[in-house]
């Protein structure tokens, strides 16, 4: 186990920060960032050492970015393991029976993670290729602000910080506020065509969320929430909150019949829900009303 003081800057900001961050190296395992786990090994003890990291790939602002992590190690301890036994098991969360029913249940959750993680990547790949038929779509100026604000705002939150704060500190004052906004603008406009597209497709198909659907996924959220359920009950008990909901929900469906158009068994009708998806989306002058993709 490694305690050490950890800086991190990417693009020219500070994405991350901890003076006592404790991680365990292991073989194949991704800390923070892929590379950075093996960047440390070797260092030593109260010296600096900086480590060269990469970003993954993909549609957000710091996607394929290098960066630099700088790391002080303070403390190293030896990690040791109990041995993996019935008695280790019934010792885990709430208990397991024998050795055999933990590793049962670890491999059941594995499985339904890689499960939904190859279903996410289907779903976004198949938005993906719907968005690239839409090049001419035409939305007002001010959905593309509205998204940019977003995507500040969550940066921000994300840190912990509000967004005059944020900007201070990632930035040290040197960037302008139009230039942060401008670097934003490409992340801002991909995420604007996939919501005005799912828009379009949720009404080629008619699909709506009834109140009942808003109510079963509410209790649902709320009994899965222990000893916040009262908190999480109230964040719904109000017409944002429920409107929130609905359109997640309906973002949910519009996703879903996406992969039914793509994947359905029957050829021709599959055609023909593509082509009216297609249709929905054509290029023309959308509403700023718009389903908000993974927003609530």
Do not use: W
Not at 225 to 251: H, K, P
């Amino acid at each position: 186990l490694v305690r050490a003081e950890v800086r991190g800057r990417i693009d020219g900001r500070e994405v991350f920060a901890d003076d006592d961050f404790e991680f365990t190296p292991r073989d194949g395992a991704t800390i923070l960032l892929p590379g950075f786990a093996e960047g440390v090994i070797g260092a030593e003890k109260g010296v600096a050492k900086e480590v060269t990291v990469t970003t993954p790939p993909g549609s957000q602002p710091l996607s394929g970015k290098t960066g630099t992590f700088t790391v002080v190690v303070k403390e190293v301890k030896e990690e040791r393991l109990p041995p993996l036994n019935d008695e280790f098991a019934r010792e885990v969360g709430e208990g397991f029976p024998s050795l055999q029913a933990l590793r049962q249940h670890l491999e059941s959750g594995i499985r339904e993670r890689i499960e939904a993680e190859a279903k996410e990547k289907y779903r976004d790949d198949a938005l993906g290729e719907l968005v690239k038929t839409t090049k001419e779509l035409e939305y007002p100026p001010v959905l593309l602000e509205r998204e940019i604000d977003h995507l500040l705002r969550d940066e921000a939150r994300a840190a912990g910080q509000d967004v005059d704060r944020y900007l201070e500190s990632a930035y040290g004052g040197s960037k302008p506020m139009q230039e942060v906004r401008e670097a934003l603008r490409p992340t801002a406009e991909e995420r604007v065509r996939r919501s005005l597209t799912l828009t379009a497709l949720a009404e080629a198909e008619q699909l709506k969320v009834e109140p009942s659907e808003v109510d079963d996924e509410i209790e649902r959220i709320v009994s899965s929430s222990g000893a916040q359920a009262s908190q999480i009950r109230q964040l719904f008990d109000n017409s944002s909150g429920r409107e929130a909901m609905e359109r997640s929900l309906l973002t949910r469906k519009t996703l879903d019949r996406l992969i039914e158009i793509v994947s359905g068994p029957k050829p021709a009708k599959r055609a023909a829900a593509t082509k009216r998806a297609k249709k929905a989306v054509a290029p023309k002058k959308r509403k700023a009303k718009a389903v908000e993709e993974g927003q609530t």
